[in-house]
């Protein structure tokens, strides 16, 4: 009998994630079947470059220290990555988290798996084993092969994927199970690439601080160590760069009042590189209470809280400020003179064109009755000369008569004593308002007295 049962092309996988985000891995481990004859299996540590959570390492006990000489994921695909493309079968258990994490590692190289279709172990336990009726915690894989008698050390990736190669042929030789219904296809998903941050999200940490302070009031037996061990195991997590064990045993010596300054220091170092003042001023103010009646450290700390409380206001100032300009910039005149100016000038200057263009519409109208006027005196023929006419003529008969008594013709005592200048000439409003009025009568002020008619002449002569 061959090693596997089933035909075709077979990849099974298993990887262990450093933290919480699930973007990236740092183990991987994977048994390659093709036609049934086992023809790879490979056990990789990877560097993922990024931080690792006190409770991941918990999990599958891989610290940072262990991977900085490992290779990263680009390297390991550069050799492995043929067995993940068509027309192999992804195998795992609970596969697609699998699939998912090494597809988000794989999108910061502009690449993922290009395999289409893989196997479940959790659905063939669900639906071919249990069929539905499994109790709480049956699917797990650590129960799975608890119960099916398979060797298994968890949540190491080596023996995981040897478990999930062990149950399909188990359920081969003790069912003769059919595996093409359980063959599923992949759902294509696009991953944003994400950089490698070697600092947790400060949501991260915060969720876990809570935790943390939950433990340490309901006195759970995680935080029944010695003050002296919680601060040993403090100092290793902050050399290795391990934040939440950092966090998990610096907040149980401080709960144990440790009478040490370099632990709540470096707690409020953590925390404020995370964003998290309020937790920095927390911590710091417990410190300077278990320090102020034994040790002179608490000094110190109080200079620490100052200077984290001088930093956080000075972003608060800088927002003020900018709150002002821009309520300035919708008064306009207090902040910004010179704009305020140039829409003061621009303001007049429009009061000025329209003033201007007023009066040349003033003008135009009164050319316009100057010229219907003239044109009525042109048609009355009763209507008499203009008055500048006449006035002209009196002056050029007054400028002769002083040449001929200069030259002697006329004496100057026969002379006849001067006509009186003739009025100036009206404006055009008076002159309009002249010729109105007689018109309307029916009469010229101005028209010489008619010559008596033949009736009265006959009057005359009787």
Same mark, same amino acid.
């Given at each position: ?17 450093? !933290? ?7 183990? $991987? ?16 540590? $990877?560097?993922?470059? %990024? ?6 390492? +918990? /999990?599958?006990?891989?610290?940072? +220290? ?15 990555? *043929? ?32 395999? %289409? +279709? ?5 659905? /063939? ?32 990736? *080596? ?8 149950? /399909? ?19 294509? %998903? ?7 941050? @070697? ?81 920095? !001023? ?17 000094? /110190? ?5 100052? !200077? ?14 900018? *709150? ?49 006027? =003239? ?58 308002? *002249? ?17 008596? =008619?033949?009736?009265?002449? @006959?009057?005359?002569?009787?």
């Amino acid at each position: 009998m061959a090693d596997f049962p089933y035909p075709g092309k077979f990849t099974f996988v298993d990887v262990e994630i450093p !933290n919480l985000n699930n973007d990236c891995i740092c183990a $991987i481990s994977m048994i390659v079947i093709d036609e049934g004859e086992e023809k790879l299996r490979v056990t990789e540590l $990877i560097n993922p470059r %990024t931080f690792f959570s006190a409770n991941n390492i +918990k /999990i599958h006990h891989i610290h940072r +220290k262990d991977v900085l000489d490992s290779r990263t994921l680009p390297q390991f695909w550069a050799d492995y990555g *043929q067995y993940f493309e068509e027309p192999y079968i992804i195998g795992a258990h609970n596969a697609m988290s699998d699939i998912s994490v090494i597809n988000k590692d794989l999108a910061r190289i502009h690449t993922e798996i290009h395999a %289409t +279709k893989y196997v479940d172990t959790m659905d /063939i336990m669900d639906q071919f084993y249990y069929r539905g009726n499994q109790g709480k915690g049956d699917l797990k894989l650590c129960n799975i092969a608890e119960h099916l008698g398979i060797e298994l050390d968890h949540h190491n990736p *080596q023996s995981d994927v040897n478990a999930c190669y062990e149950i /399909i042929r188990y359920m081969y030789n003790h069912f003769e199970m059919d595996l093409e219904p359980f063959i599923k296809n992949i759902k294509k %998903t696009k991953f944003r690439p994400k950089k490698h941050t @070697a600092v947790p999200s400060s949501r991260q940490m915060k969720i876990f601080l809570n935790y943390v302070r939950k433990q340490i009031t309901r006195k759970s037996p995680s935080v029944d160590i010695s003050v002296l061990k919680a601060k040993k195991q403090g100092d290793a997590a902050y050399e290795e760069g391990d934040y939440e064990g950092v966090i998990f045993n610096y907040e149980v010596a401080a709960a144990k009042n440790w009478q040490s300054a370099s632990v709540y220091l470096r707690l409020a170092e953590i925390y404020d590189s995370l964003n998290m003042t309020f937790d920095a !001023n927390r911590i710091l103010e417990k410190g300077i209470r278990n320090l102020k009646r034994t040790n002179r450290d608490w000094r /110190i700390l109080k200079s620490m809280a100052y !200077n984290l409380n001088r930093k956080r206001r000075k972003p608060e100032s800088q927002e003020a400020e900018k *709150q002002k300009e821009a309520s300035s910039r919708k008064k306009g005149s207090k902040k910004y003179p010179e704009l305020a100016g140039k829409k003061a000038d621009a303001a007049n200057d429009i009061s000025k064109t329209s003033e201007n263009t007023a009066e040349t519409i003033t003008d135009q109208s009164s050319s316009a009755a100057g010229g219907v006027e =003239t044109g009525a005196e042109s048609q009355n023929p009763d209507a008499s000369q203009p008055a500048p006419a006449r006035q002209s003529k009196a002056v050029k008969a007054d400028a002769s008569k002083k040449k001929r008594i200069r030259r002697g013709n006329i004496s100057r005592r026969t002379r006849k004593p001067k006509k009186p200048n003739p009025a100036p000439a009206a404006s055009k409003s008076e002159s309009v308002s *002249q010729s109105a009025a007689p018109k309307a009568e029916g009469s010229n002020p101005s028209q010489p007295a008619s010559a008596p =008619t033949k009736v009265q002449s @006959a009057e005359l002569v009787h």
